[in-house]
């Protein structure tokens, strides 16, 4: 089965070659540094981010559902500390280190607990929700902070910051997992945890730090997408979250069996799929019925995948 | 053996290829009604292919199968079944949540007015069981029971299905000695039933014991078959192998050698290790240079003493003492630093990892050491693996090869790799040659002894008294959780040995602790 | 593994019947403080009417879901599948109540059946197709409501459906406790009942033994949307329309009620009624939230709602964990 494991490799980058070309010939602007940089990056570039952690994550064979949430909780921590007079870095600081907590309750249930990483991340998945909404008693809170929201609105030479996040956040990622002994031991634990435990892995730590990575990653964005809002959200921040990103590193090579992680497959995930649903959409077709082929684009990912043995 | 029987199963020229690689070659296999059959041969001879195109698992390329007087065509083991023709795995492939009763009719459960009868089902399955001669609560889950009845819940159930043909795929590997001729009181019980049994196992006296005739399997294609009665061990195992069985290789060391050995300090003391009912009170010592085998029958704690010399399971009590210091090994972590290595009975499941290179599993455990300001050194590690993979021989296409696609014996070599690159100072070795075909064994073997000549500290455990015998310079050996007799030199004997592992008793040697 | 399987596997079982137990103590004396500090009110039939009436929806949702589990899978698209069969059903009550109702379940069923084809013919991991179906099938509940709430058809006698009474309780809660009394019944004393559970503990085995493994599987994802769209419809008749959040959550109060009722997530061990008492356990508890409120002593905001299930859940997971955890460091873990 050949063509299946070239389709899994390069199925992602190839339908966003294809996309683009055609974007390129039929949508008038697309080629304009607006309609790439500040629509298409910049929307991918969020789900970019939280795909990454998510990888690293599945690498281990794990899940995080609970992204979407910790994004709020940490949208709503940073917005909230912001807006009661604190210094950005402190509410920055303050909303990713709660973040990060997330992950490592996660962390812990998981590799502490054994707990399956599906259930155990489905727990901050709702109640973390609840708790994001309990912050501020449900209420949008408007926002209007420069130094703050430069997460979300800064435009360093021109290019959004959320792009740059983005790609340091990407490049990051693949250093560590390509050169450190970290990133060995994400891609071992996944394979075959008892064999990895044996072999002296630490492999409880290895999968805590891999839910902190992925948490920390979701409360970055959680203030990109507070910032970007003008408003901090609890009730909407983040919904769906975990679906785009699960969905942008099942599209691209990375098991989700665990075992593998490809760091840019995520990242070219996330923005292939950003642009299918912008072509579908500027095609007049609904955001529901995108999101049904969302759904239907993970699913033949997996079916992909299955070949592998 | 004066008339044979008339045949129940035939089967003739079947032809398997897997990715154009031949497993079975013009492959014949004949099994008389009531006959105990033993199915030989290395591993990759084609023995688990010929029986999984038999039972539907496979389906063949070409060939003809004759069973029961009909030609057939399984499509899958559910369709063996229904025509006769039953399975009992290594690994008992039951629902252990269930009882054992369920277990025996699950699928086909006696029902009343539509609903399941529970009444009559576990009346039923005491029936079937008490047939084995086997009397046991048949409402108890099945977890409850012990292996052997899980096994006869197996049978039970084959019977059940009024099964015509019996295949056993290595029955006895997880099974003490008593639960053994149980086994064979079934076996020989089944034959006077009428029903046939295919028997597939490595151990030559339990074929020898049970078996009426055999069929030798060597690189697919099917050798001969023959009376048991009729072809002596020497012969079976040199047909099976291919070649005059070179004489029995003593991998023990030299007496001159031997009185410095015993001088040096132990590498590793243990004392006392308990932990639960599977160690009670274990004390064993390994000295550098010396390859220390550990006896004893399945349960007795080899696997659990390995275990918690390693870190990998907490101790109740007692102490483990490294260069005559006391260590606390709680995790392989542990271990690990202070220079043990451990090869772990399942490869599969505990060894390797498979979708990693070669590179990354035989560098699994040095990692940390290959670590500069958080980051792999790359060139040395490249560097370490080609070392290993040339002076182990690890027969690989590069060290990017996925170690999943590796033979046993290769992998096996690799899990070495990964705890000499550690330089360790005592390697535990548990069945490091179990599965492996006889090549790569010898390899293995040859080189643990020169291991040990250098100065490594080996403990080694087999369930191969051949393997313990041949190789340990001491031995020291378990039963029920505990260390019952220490041989040492000569005094390794088979019948030493067994008299331990039996009894408990130690033969002309002083007792351990 | 032979040697530390046995009381383990001991203790599994001891310590979900236990916690089967533990549910329904809990289950009698939440009911018993709620009286006793609620009086009257409470105590009602009014309130109990209503109380058993809401529940239903979850309870059919979790009847599915408990069947799910034990064969050692999960369907986390009920929520939207319910969406989907509120909508679908509302569509559809201008042809009459009846139409209505078979609708929304034939449209749950069919969302289950391609969840179950996905599972067992392209062999894709449970959690991530039902992942998916949530949401292409919250989607799809959108397009055909036009993203607006749907309204039933005035005159249809869609509401009437929830207001239907006999011998003093909803037809709604008469429905799940049949439902529940034959889903207990089927897993004791039906082939397939056994094969859901044997196909949870060993599913090779299963296989080997010839038990219609894919059939059972794919009936049981069929079973878990079925109830979910039937649970839909009735979302739909009580509120006499289906809004966009409709469900949302469900999968998690479903599989935090079957957990509750000490069905071992991993399969292969479980209890229908248990899941039953997990259902009215967990919705009784919002319910004493809701009293409490209304004596203004001290206000619980109802987004605690969620904090809560989920806390539960967690407990309830511990508990499990610790049941099913080897002693042993480093071993197999499921």
Redesign the interface.
């Known amino acids: 089965m050949q063509w299946t494991r070239w389709a899994q490799q390069y199925g992602a980058l190839a339908t966003l070659v294809v996309l683009f070309v055609y974007n390129a010939i039929d949508t008038p602007f697309f080629l304009t540094r607006q309609s790439l940089l500040f629509v298409l990056l910049r929307q991918a570039a969020p789900i970019a981010i939280v795909a990454v952690g998510m990888a690293i994550v599945i690498g281990t064979a794990g899940i995080d559902l609970s992204v979407g949430s910790v994004m709020a909780i940490s949208g709503q921590v940073g917005a909230t500390l912001v807006l009661h007079g604190h210094g950005t870095a402190v509410a920055i600081a303050l909303a990713i280190g709660v973040a990060a907590a997330c992950g490592a309750f996660n962390g812990t249930l998981v590799a502490r607990f054994g707990v399956q990483p599906i259930i155990a991340t489905l727990i901050l998945f709702i109640a973390g929700r609840g708790i994001a909404q309990l912050i501020t008693g449900g209420e949008l809170q408007p926002l209007s902070n420069p130094g703050f929201q430069w997460v979300g609105l800064g435009r360093p030479a021109g290019i959004p910051a959320q792009i740059i996040i983005a790609l340091v956040v990407a490049v990051l990622a693949w250093l560590v997992m390509r050169l450190t002994v970290f990133g060995r031991y994400v891609t071992s634990v996944g394979g075959n945890e008892t064999a990895s435990r044996l072999a002296g892995v630490p492999s409880g730590r290895v999968k805590v730090l891999a839910y902190v990575i992925c948490a920390t990653l979701a409360g970055l964005v959680g203030l990109i997408a507070v910032s970007a809002n003008f408003a901090s959200d609890a009730n909407n921040t983040g919904q769906g979250m975990e679906l785009d990103a699960i969905a942008a590193v099942a599209v691209a090579g990375t098991r989700l069996t665990g075992g593998r992680v490809t760091i840019w497959g995520a990242v070219i995930g996330a923005v292939m799929l950003k642009l299918l649903q912008n072509t579908l959409i500027a095609h007049g077709i609904t955001k529901e019925v995108a999101q049904m082929i969302e759904g239907a684009v993970i699913v033949a990912a997996l079916y992909l995948q299955r070949h592998e043995a | 053996m004066a008339e044979r029987p008339p045949l129940l199963l035939s089967m003739q020229g079947i032809n398997k290829d897997f990715l154009g690689v031949p497993a079975l070659i013009d492959a014949r296999f004949e099994v008389a009604r009531g006959e105990v059959h033993a199915l030989i041969g290395q591993n990759g001879a084609g023995k688990s292919t010929l029986i999984k195109v038999l039972t539907g698992v496979y389906q063949r390329d070409s060939g003809r199968i004759e069973f029961d007087g009909r030609q057939v065509e399984f499509r899958?083991?559910?369709a063996a079944?229904?025509a006769g023709l039953s399975?009992i795995?290594q690994e008992v492939?039951?629902?252990?949540?269930?009882s054992v009763a369920?277990n025996v009719f699950?699928?086909r459960?006696p029902k009343r007015y539509g609903?399941?009868d529970w009444r009559r089902m576990n009346s039923d399955a005491a029936d079937v069981l008490g047939r084995l001669d086997i009397s046991v609560d048949v409402t108890k889950?099945l977890?409850?029971c012990s292996?052997a009845t899980q096994q006869m819940t197996a049978l039970g159930?084959a019977l059940a299905t009024s099964a015509k043909l019996v295949i056993m795929d290595e029955p006895t590997s997880?099974l003490a000695e008593n639960e053994v001729q149980t086994l064979f009181d079934v076996i020989r019980r089944l034959r006077s039933d009428g029903i046939s049994v295919v028997f597939v196992s490595h151990r030559l006296d339990e074929l020898y014991a049970v078996c009426d005739r055999v069929t030798i399997m060597r690189d697919g294609r099917t050798l001969e078959d023959r009376p048991m009665s009729e072809i002596s061990r020497y012969e079976l195992v040199s047909r099976m192998l291919g070649r005059e069985l070179a004489e029995q290789l003593s991998h023990r060391r030299g007496e001159q050698t031997s009185e410095e050995v015993e001088r040096a300090e132990p590498i590793v003391q243990a004392d006392e290790l308990r932990r639960?009912?599977?160690l009670d009170g274990v004390s064993l010592s390994v000295r550098p240079g010396e390859i220390v085998g550990l006896a004893g029958l399945?349960?007795s704690g080899r696997t659990e003493t390995a275990?918690a010399l390693?870190?990998?399971?907490?101790l109740d009590s007692g102490t483990v003492r490294m260069h005559g210091k006391q260590v606390a090994l709680?995790?392989?972590?542990d271990?690990?630093?202070h220079k043990i290595g451990?090869s772990?009975e399942d490869r599969k499941?505990?060894?390797?990892?498979?979708?990693?290179s070669v590179r990354?599993n035989i560098t699994?455990?040095l990692?940390?050491r290959?670590?500069r300001h958080?980051?792999?050194d790359r060139a040395r590690q490249g560097e370490i693996v080609a070392r290993f993979i040339k002076a182990i021989g690890i027969k690989c296409s590069s060290p990017d090869q996925p170690i999943?696609e590796l033979s046993g014996g290769n992998q096996q070599k690799v899990l070495l790799a990964?705890w000499l690159c550690t330089d360790p100072e005592l390697l535990i070795l548990d069945e490091p040659t179990r599965g492996i075909d006889v090549g790569a064994k010898r390899d293995i073997q040859v080189l643990i002894r020169q291991l040990a000549d250098d100065g490594l500290a080996v403990l080694l455990i087999s369930s191969e008294l051949e393997e313990i015998i041949a190789d340990s310079d001491r031995v020291v050996t378990l039963r029920d959780g505990q260390a019952v007799a220490e041989l040492t030199g000569a005094a390794i004997t088979e019948e030493a040995l067994m008299q331990g592992m039996a009894t408990g008793a130690a033969a002309g040697s002083e007792s351990a602790t | 593994m032979t040697t530390s399987a046995l009381p383990r596997a001991r203790r599994v079982h001891l310590g979900l019947t236990l916690q089967r137990q533990g549910a329904l103590i809990a289950l009698v004396v939440l009911v018993i403080f709620g009286m006793l500090r609620y009086g009257e009110r409470f105590a009602t039939g009014y309130n109990m009417r209503s109380l058993l009436g809401d529940d239903a929806k979850y309870g059919l949702v979790a009847l599915g879901m408990t069947f799910v589990i034990m064969t050692g899978g999960i369907d986390l698209s009920v929520g939207s599948v319910a969406a989907l069969g509120g909508v679908v059903a509302i569509e559809f009550s201008s042809h009459g109540l009846l139409p209505g109702l078979l609708a929304g379940v034939a449209a749950g069923a069919a969302v289950g059946s391609i969840n179950g084809l996905l599972i067992t013919k392209l062999k894709l991991q449970p959690f991530i197709v039902t992942l998916a179906m949530l949401l292409a099938v919250r989607g799809l509940a959108l397009n055909v409501a036009g993203t607006r709430a749907a309204v039933a058809a005035p005159g249809s006698g869609f509401e009437k459906l929830s207001d239907w009474q006999a011998l003093g309780l909803p037809v709604a809660a008469w429905l799940m406790f049949i439902a529940f009394a034959a889903g207990a019944v089927v897993l004791r004393y039906t082939k397939w009942g056994r094969q859901v559970l044997a196909i949870g503990g060993n599913v090779d085995a299963s296989r080997l033994m010839g038990l219609p493994v894919s059939r059972v599987t794919f009936t049981v994802y069929v079973l878990s949307g079925g109830l979910a769209g039937l649970a839909g419809v009735f979302l739909g008749s009580q509120n006499g329309s289906v809004d966009t959040a409709a469900g949302q959550g469900w999968e998690l109060s479903a599989i935090a009620a079957v957990v509750v009722g000490g069905t071992l997530l991993t399969g292969g061990i479980g209890s229908v009624l248990s899941t039953l008492v997990g259902v009215l356990l967990l919705q009784l508890i919002f319910n004493l939230i809701v009293f409490e409120n209304s004596k203004h002593v001290l206000t619980i905001s109802s987004y605690w709602e969620s904090v809560i299930r989920g806390a539960f859940l967690l407990v309830v997971v511990l508990l499990q964990v610790r049941l099913v955890r080897r002693r042993s460091a480093v071993g197999r873990q499921a």
């Open positions: 899958s083991p559910h079944q229904l399975t795995y492939n039951l629902v252990p949540f269930r369920e699950l699928g459960e609903l399941i889950p977890y409850e292996i159930r997880a639960g009912r599977a399945l349960g275990r390693f870190g990998a399971d907490p709680r995790s392989p972590r271990a690990v630093h451990f772990p499941t505990d060894g390797i990892v498979p979708q990693l990354e699994l455990a990692l940390p290959l670590r958080g980051i792999v999943r990964r």
